[in-house]
């Protein structure tokens, strides 16, 4: 691979529960366990911050491929879930991703093409593929 953009961030305190900062600043997050895993839920997770980051990173690899295609994404977006769980062949935890996608604008054939090739374009697809389940689902699509 040939690095374009290094991204660096430090995480310190009790790792869920505590802080995480970028280098330059721009992000600096309290961390906190969500309720459901036991946790006080006053600051955000590493799985939100993921889902995030996969949301858009899943929405611009769309828009590139869109622009290319011409078509038109006109109110587009992209959702992401990721679940955290206990590992049902050993022991410790995993993660499953979810993406919902809404492209009112473009027929259900032209939608299908244009994630099927996001996919295969995008860094957090690629990182997944293989070692996470990620399951897409386009919502809504034009009439």
Request: charged share 20%.
């Amino acid at each position: 691979m040939k690095t374009l953009y290094t991204a660096e961030a430090l995480a310190s305190g009790e790792g869920r529960d505590g802080n995480a900062q970028s280098s330059d600043g721009k992000l600096n997050v309290t961390l906190a366990s969500p309720v459901e895993l036991g946790g006080n839920g006053e600051g955000t997770n590493p799985e939100q911050l993921f889902a995030a980051g996969y949301a858009a990173c899943f929405h611009s690899a769309l828009r590139l491929v869109a622009r290319k295609e011409g078509a038109d994404l006109t109110d587009s977006a992209v959702a992401a879930k990721i679940h955290f769980g206990a590992l049902a062949d050993g022991p410790g935890y995993g993660l499953a991703a979810e993406l919902e996608i809404a492209l009112p604008a473009v027929d259900r054939e032209t939608a299908e093409a244009l994630v099927a090739r996001a996919h295969q374009i995008c860094p957090y697809s690629n990182a997944t593929r293989g070692n996470i389940t990620v399951d897409i689902k386009i919502l809504e699509v034009a009439a």
